[in-house]
Each structure stands twice: as structure tokens, then as C-alpha cells.
């Protein structure tokens, strides 16, 4: 396959569909060129039958050498407001639109890049595979790129922060800044209107699902 080929994650499903199955046929999935310069596969991790879903961009750095999602610095921004919701990561699903890094490496850096539509919707077969096992009640995207993988088209964060949305197969979807976009270069009153933002949507989540175990469907 050639790097400009970017045919899909879609033959790469496991034929039996659990959480775990996915997990591991991810790993050899090669459904667009970012596997080729990635360290691994970075999958959705949490409760599996979450009330909440988070979907992010693109493991970072850290979790290309992890295998985590969401372990780095703007991890650590989601799990404060995750904390100041008054929900429980453990409670949560927490994935991401594209499960490979995506970075150039330079003399002396390696640079985070964007993952592009294509890759986008390669990846979006995992996605679809999680939300279909997790059946949240509710997804919570995080970033311009998550919005564009769950809704099916672009849309400008920041006009859309009160409004319920859809996502392309009719779930509640609520859309909101990406964590990382509080560590930029910003006036703190911007990069704490972005945290407040996050942790908004959050809350509203937490209090449009179930009364009584935050972030996941009570036990039977
Ligand atoms: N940024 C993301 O979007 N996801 C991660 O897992 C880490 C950083
Ligand atoms: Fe497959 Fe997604 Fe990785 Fe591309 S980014 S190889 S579609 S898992």
C-alpha cells in the first residue's frame, strides 16, 4: 500500500465484537499510513458500560509510549476537570478520534500534527465499534477533531458549547474545547474560560445522566 492509499479501518474489525477484541485488533490495524511511524496503538480505556463517553483527538507523545490515552499534560487537565464535574474517571470512557500518534521529527524535536480528514475517517470504524459495545447515553467531544470524526462534518468549537448535538449515527452529543487548548500560549482569562468551558460540559453531562453512580449506568 502506498502512504498517499488511505483506505480504512474497517477490515481490520474483529469478527467477535467485545471491548477487548477491538482493543487487540486495533493493534495490527493498518487502515491508514499512521500505524507505519507510531510506537502502538492507543485504544479507549474506562468503564465499559459507561453513562459518558470522551472522545479526544490523537494520543500525544506520552501516550504513543504508554499505550494510555489522555496520560500526558493535557490528561492532566481533563482529570481536573473531570474532578471539579464531580465525576470519577473510572466511571468514564474516555477514547479518541484517531488511536496512532501523529507527529514530524526534526533535528531536534519531534512536532505533534494534526491528524487530517482522511485519517479521520479511517480511524472512525474504532469509534463506531466503541460507542457501539459502551452504549453511553452521552458522548462528550473533546476538540474540533473529535467533533469532525463523531458528527461526520466540521464545525466551529465555541458556537456550539450550549447546544445538544447528534452524532452521525443519532447519539447526544455535547461539544467542547480540547484540553490541550489551556496549556497554548494564552491570556489566563482564555485559558481559564476554556477550563471552565470543559468543565461545563462535563457537569452537564453528569446531570442529564443517571442519579446515581456519576458517569456509569447503576448496576442491575
Ligand atoms: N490529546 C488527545 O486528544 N488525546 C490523548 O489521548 C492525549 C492528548
Ligand atoms: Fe488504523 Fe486508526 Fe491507526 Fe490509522 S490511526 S492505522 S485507521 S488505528
Not at 485504544?43 to 490523537?58: C, K, N, R, T
Amino acid at each position: 500500500m502506498s502512504r498517499s492509499d488511505y483506505p480504512s479501518a474497517h477490515p481490520f474489525l474483529p469478527q467477535e465484537k467485545s471491548l477487548d477484541n477491538l482493543a487487540e485488533a486495533a493493534a495490527g490495524c493498518q487502515g491508514c499510513p499512521l500505524y507505519q511511524d507510531a510506537t502502538q496503538v492507543v485504544f479507549g480505556e474506562g468503564h465499559g458500560e459507561a453513562d459518558i463517553m470522551l472522545v479526544g483527538e490523537q494520543p500525544g507523545v506520552r501516550e504513543d509510549r504508554t499505550g494510555e490515552p489522555f496520560v500526558g499534560p493535557a490528561g492532566k487537565v481533563l482529570d481536573q476537570a473531570i474532578g471539579e464535574a464531580g465525576l470519577h474517571r473510572g466511571d468514564l470512557y474516555i477514547t479518541n478520534a484517531v488511536k496512532h500518534f501523529k507527529a514530524e521529527t526534526t533535528e531536534d524535536r519531534v512536532n505533534e500534527i494534526k491528524p487530517n480528514v482522511s485519517e479521520i475517517t479511517a480511524c472512525r470504524p474504532w469509534l463506531e465499534q466503541e460507542m457501539e459495545q459502551v452504549q453511553p447515553e452521552i458522548i462528550v467531544a473533546l476538540g474540533a477533531v473529535a467533533a469532525r470524526s463523531l458528527i461526520g462534518q466540521a464545525i466551529a468549537i465555541g458556537e456550539t458549547l450550549d447546544e445538544w448535538m447528534q452524532t452521525a449515527e443519532g447519539r447526544d452529543l455535547l461539544v467542547t474545547y480540547h484540553p490541550s487548548a489551556t496549556l497554548r500560549s494564552i491570556a489566563e482569562a482564555d485559558q481559564d474560560r476554556i477550563f471552565d468551558a470543559i468543565t461545563a460540559a462535563l457537569v452537564r453531562a453528569r446531570e442529564t445522566v443517571t442519579p446515581t453512580r456519576p458517569g456509569a449506568r447503576p448496576q442491575a
